[in-house]
Nanobody, 122 residues
Framework: QVQLVESGGGLVQAGGSLRLSCAAS????????MGWFRQAPGKERSFVAA????????YYAHSVEGRFTISRDNAKNTVYLQIDSLKPEDTAVYYC???????????????WGQGTRVTVSS
């Protein structure tokens, strides 16, 4: 098991940027594919981005491609989500997750953080 803690959320104006972090403890995250998901108010949780254990492969939801960048630093046991050109529709709680497979389904991830809230004002 790995414990995940997200940070870096907050209130930002449209067009701004944020970098979310996901710090892991317990088992090293270098063994896992890592994903970011989000849940907007009144909506189901949805896939945002994922990265392979080595960092060599990334995968994005179409709605965020070109604005979001997922990366990882296995030496720091941390995964990042850089969010640029924020839009009001990016408002959500963002969750990181660890799993055995690089996938866009939350069923593939067994370990979840508690989430960090991002609010984008227009």
């Amino acid at each position: 098991q790995v414990q995940l803690v997200e940070s870096g959320g907050g209130l930002v104006q449209a067009g701004g940027s944020l970098r979310l972090s996901c710090a892991a403890s317990g088992r090293t995250v270098s063994s896992y594919a890592m994903g970011w998901f989000r849940q907007a108010p009144g909506k189901e949780r949805s896939f945002v981005a994922a990265i392979s254990w080595s960092g060599g492969t990334t995968y994005y939801a179409h709605s965020v491609e070109g604005r979001f960048t997922i990366s990882r630093d296995n030496a720091k046991n941390t995964v990042y989500l850089q969010i640029d050109s924020l839009k009001p529709e990016d408002t959500a709680v963002y969750y990181c997750a660890a799993g055995d497979y690089l996938d866009n389904s939350d069923f593939s991830y067994d370990n979840w953080g508690q989430g960090t809230r991002v609010t984008v004002s227009s």
